[in-house]
């Protein structure tokens, strides 16, 4: 059966290429009805991330031609389902990732790709660390393997996926020491961890300071030369996860070069005898084998949405914005002035 509550026109946000935050596009289009084994999920949250940030200008790793609708993740209600999919699902609220297309007011979706939110789980705050979650979580227990007891530095405390790892570790009963502008040290304080200034020349001097013997993992979303010293940073047998290369995200040419080398620095690295590893952490990795990932990412997210539910895990919420507004939400993620994520909603006139 399908359900009868197909939206049949929605509001979309298009990227039409290289352009500034105000040249994204609002526009209008009919959504099909759901296909086999699809849904609608009707909006109810989505967000700005570093990966739009970087599709605007081209940059990102593997992102699809111009145009297409940005957003990442996305959490809404099941207003439609296409045949073989059960219509209980309508109704419902889901999060999902999506990679592209979650800046609409529905869209289709594969009903295998959906999370459950737990009831008392606000839109606002289960996008929040809905891919930061995911991401925050899989490196730290996935990828680092952190044990409780130990000691980290999270590059960009204040940010979407930092502060989400910074929540994550101390819950695990792991020191933190976050880097962000002096700004939002009283955020990063009152996460749990122990601010540092990044734009403090001595900044890796300090954090040696307050972590002689080295530390365990470094959690790096900067790249460029500055990750040689993160991986100076690192306690025999401690472990770099370096997760994008921000410090190049202007530098023209080709978008895949920057990301390459570093690919080719971090294998390098792994060949020493120093006991140290070093990995990039691929948000997509093992998608080839499409049931496990799902499996994967599924039980991730439940654990992180259940410690949102539980109080454990607070959501940084920067600012909320209407979706017609995904220029201004866009230009103020990129303004550096903000803590956590920015995320959009509805408008209240239309889908």
Known sequence: MTGNTVTTHVTEIVLPGKVAPEGLRVTRRELPAPAAGQVVLTLAATGVSFAEQQMRRGKYFDQPPFPFVPGYDVVGTVTATGPGVDTGLIGRRFAAVTKVGGWAGAL??????????????????????????????????R?????????????????????TLVQLARHHGVTVIGTASPRHHAVVHDLGAIPVDYRDPRMY????????????AVFDHVGGAGVVESWRLLRRGGTLVSYGTAATKDTDGDS???????????TLWNYLPNGKSAHFYNFWAGKRHLDTF???LREDLTQVLGLVADGVLVPQIAAEFPLSEASAALALAESRTVAGKVVLVPDADRA
Do not use: C, Y
């Not at 979706?109 to 899989?138: K, R, Y």
């Not at 990828?143 to 502060?163: D, E, P």
């Not at 895949?256 to 971090?266: D, G, I, Q």
């Open 205 to 216: 001097r300090r954090i040696r300071e307050l972590a002689p013997d080295g530390v365990d």
């Open 294 to 296: 799902r499996s994967r």
């Open 143 to 163: 990828t680092a393997g952190v044990r409780s007891g130990g000691t980290i530095v999270v590059l960009g405390a204040n940010g979407g996926v930092g502060s």
């Open 256 to 266: 895949r070069l920057p990301v390459l080398k570093l690919f080719a620095r971090l």
């Open 108 to 141: 289709l979706l594969d009903a295998a790709d959906l999370v459950a939110v737990p009831d008392g789980v606000s839109a606002a705050a289960a996008e929040t660390v809905v891919v930061n979650g995911i991401t925050a979580w899989q490196m730290l227990h």
